[in-house]
């Protein structure tokens, strides 16, 4: 019976609306991205428990929400992790950096940026090296660097990190205190939204615990996070999303 395994607990109350989820389904700790490109990795014979809340359609794996820094560190982000994600390392930073300095190029002198999650900084130097102010930070893995320290940022970006974190509400929280009170906030998660429905299976290839996909958002997710914390919600497509409090001047041209 799923509802006994240890680390599944019964009842999981839904970490962005509050209602109660339920299990949806379990994949092996081994699931990964690559699956959709027809490559599997050797089952790892450990079961990973995915809960859907009835309410929002929000998705996750409730174990993580008991790992440490090290476990992720161990099981997750270690020395293979680079073979089920070939991309994280330059190629994805150097695209989104491109794609900011697209969007906000003309502007960059007005833009105090932040990019959050930001690994090992390859965005951020991207940037700083066509003119940009712009700043990395990682939570993860935790460091002494409190937040409030950074400052406050007019424009923040986070790529690939809402659906790693096995804690939206600390996740919210971070970028609130972060955020000035006229900022963007420009984001990539892939919505749930047509991939994860009631009475079917989790085939969907981004639902993959070896990648540290833990959290999946549905659309309506997003408007709740949004509202809940006064902020704007919108998206540009189904995988980079923005938030704002007031837009900036400069990122008007986004609007409508
Ligand atoms: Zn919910």
Redo the contacts with the bound molecule.
């Keep these: 019976m799923p509802t006994q395994h240890q680390s599944t607990p019964a009842s999981v109350a839904?970490p962005?609306?509050?209602?109660a989820?339920v299990i949806h389904d379990v994949v092996d700790f081994n699931k990964s991205c690559e699956e959709a490109r027809q490559h599997f990795l050797p089952l790892s014979g450990r079961p990973i428990y995915y809960h859907r809340?009835t309410?929002?359609?929000?998705v996750l794996a409730p174990e993580f929400s008991s790992w440490s820094e090290q476990e992720f560190q161990q099981h997750i982000y270690n020395e293979r992790y680079i073979e089920i994600d070939p991309d994280y390392v330059s190629r994805r930073p150097l695209a989104n950096a491109e794609f900011v300095r697209q969007l906000f190029g003309d502007s960059r002198q007005l833009i105090r940026h932040l990019d959050y999650g930001g690994g090992a900084g390859v965005l951020s130097e991207a940037l700083r090296g066509q003119g940009w102010d712009s700043t990395s930070y990682d939570p993860f893995p935790r460091s002494e660097q409190k937040i409030a320290a950074l400052g406050k940022f007019n424009l923040i970006t986070a790529f690939e990190v809402f659906e790693h974190v096995p804690d939206v509400t600390e996740l919210m929280n971070n970028l609130g205190t972060l955020m000035e009170n006229e900022c963007m906030v420009i984001f990539s998660t892939l919505l749930s939204d047509g991939h994860i429905q009631p009475n079917t299976r989790l085939t969907w290839w981004y639902a993959s615990p070896r990648n540290g996909h833990i959290s999946l958002f549905s659309n309506r997710?997003l408007v709740?996070l949004a509202e809940q914390r006064g902020l704007q919600f919108g998206s540009f497509n189904g995988g980079t999303h923005c938030l704002f409090n007031r837009l900036p001047a400069w990122a008007q041209k986004l609007h409508g």
């Design positions: 839904c962005v609306c509050a209602v989820t809340c309410g929002c359609g929000f997710s709740l």
